[in-house]
Every structure is written in structure tokens, then in C-alpha cells.
């Protein structure tokens, strides 16, 4: 599936190069399809394998219709069970990995509609930094996470 994460690390001991947390994450081995050594994923697509494209698609279709904060909060729920329904596999995932995931969604959905300020009275500002510090945090804190203990 697409949406696992490529650390410079895995695509380096898939190419047989020694121990690579002890490399520089600069290095590159370029390969062909998934089961090859390949390119890591950067920055930007480690953030968007945490949150799943049907979540997204889920919550854009029904963020239009919801009047009512009932709705809303159904909306989120569903959205966020979409989430973690969508996980490719529970058993092999980190323990980081969900959490992360979910918060990704409710950065998210914070910083592009108004579920935040309906539900908990957030302010455009508010949601604009917790989409930021979202963006930039949880990439982040799951490749320290990674790297700190290691994949399953």
C-alpha cells in the first residue's frame, strides 16, 4: 500500500548498506518499484500518509451540510474512525503511529473548516497555528520516534 512511510534508513538497509541509522540521512538509493531500494519519503509526503485520502474526502463531503454541532461532531467521529479503519495493517504499526494520525486529521480539519470554532470556540488564529505547528510537529516527532525506537 502507498501509504507507508519510507525512512532513509529502510531504503538503506534494503540496499544492503550496513547499519543505516548511522548514516546521513542525505543518502539516496534510487530503485524502481517498492520491493527495490528506493527514494525516502520527504517531508511533505510523510505528513500526508498521516492522514487517509478517504478521511479527506469523507469529511470535505460532509463538512457543507453540517448545521448543527451534533453534526459536526459526528462528522469528526466518523472522519476520525475512517482513520483508523484505514490503517494498512494495526499489528505492524508503531505505537506512535495511530495517535499521530489522528492528530494529523484534527490539525487538519481545524485548519481548513470550521468544526474548531463551532465545537470548541477557536479563534481563525488558533486554527491557523494549530494547522501550522501540525505541520511541521508531527512529521517531525514520528521520524525522532522512528529513529529513537526503531520500526517494527
Known sequence: MGRRIEYPWDVLQRA???RARE????VV???DDATQPGIPDDYSNRLMKFV?????????AAAPHASTTAMW????????????????DL????WWT???????FAAWTFGTTQVDEVLFGLTATWSALILTF????????DLRLTALFGRR
Open 98 to 104: 495511530l495517535p499521530l494520525s489522528l492528530g494529523a
Open 16 to 18: 544492503g548498506v550496513g
Open 52 to 60: 487517509p485520502a478517504e478521511a479527506v474526502a469523507l469529511f470535505v
Open 23 to 26: 548514516l546521513d540521512d542525505d
Open 91 to 94: 499489528r505492524k504499526m508503531t
Open 29 to 31: 538509493v534510487r530503485g
Open 73 to 88: 461532531w459526528a462528522a469528526l467521529f466518523v472522519g476520525a474512525l475512517v482513520v483508523v479503519l484505514t490503517m494498512p
Open 134 to 141: 501540525g505541520t511541521f510537529l508531527i512529521p517531525l516527532i
